[in-house]
């Protein structure tokens, strides 16, 4: 087994891959919601998801890239 943290780091990265569907270093607003509901979170209002997708897309692009999106763990 390699050193403590690797085995986060690679589920973080996966994990990264689920949302980022064109694996192109970040994803837009439409594949967060995609992920996030494929993963059977219930959201009553999209105005909240776009409210927690902003506070994470922290550079302002309208995409969250990989730093932003561990920032979220």
Known sequence: KGPAGSDES???TKTFKFFDIQNKGSCTFDQFK?????VGVVVDEEADLETVFAYYDKSGD??????EFIAMF
């Open 62 to 67: 309208s995409r969250i890239d990989y730093k």
């Open 34 to 38: 995609r992920a996030i509901t494929k």
């Open 10 to 12: 690679l589920f973080l």
